[in-house]
């Protein structure tokens, strides 16, 4: 079991960055896969990307490649998102999430364990 929390969210024009941090508790970290995921408000949840355990395979939905990079410290039991060149579209509450399952890793319900999410407001 592992628990996690987001931290790194706030209020950043459109072309500014941040990044997010995802911390997780336990010495269990290391053998999740983890993800990333985003809700807009009126929408569904969204997979943004996904690290593999050993950071080796890394995946991205296409309307953040090239823009958000996904990365992990296991000795320090915690991931992050950077986001660059964002835009007011990316508005959402970004939360991560632990893999529990091996089949398709952008689907939700491949992940068991969720954080409580951090706002990121991007205005114009």
């Known amino acids: 079991q592992v628990q996690l929390r987001e931290s790194g969210g706030g209020l950043v024009q459109a072309g500014g960055s941040l990044r997010l941090s995802c911390a997780a508790s336990g010495r269990t970290f290391s053998t999740y896969n983890m993800g990333w995921f985003r809700q807009a408000p009126a929408k569904d949840r969204e997979f943004v990307a996904s690290?593999?355990?050993?950071?080796?395979?890394?995946n991205y939905a296409e309307s953040v490649k090239g823009r958000f990079t996904i990365s992990r410290d296991n000795d320090e039991n915690t991931m992050y998102l950077q986001m660059d060149s964002l835009k007011p579209e990316d508005t959402a509450v970004y939360y991560c999430?632990?893999?529990?399952?091996?089949?398709?890793?952008?689907?939700?319900?491949?992940?068991?364990?969720w954080g409580p999410g951090t706002q990121v407001t991007v205005s114009s």
């Open positions: 690290i593999s355990r050993d950071s080796i395979y890394t």
């Open positions: 999430a632990a893999r529990i399952r091996s089949g398709t890793y952008s689907l939700l319900h491949e992940y068991g364990y």
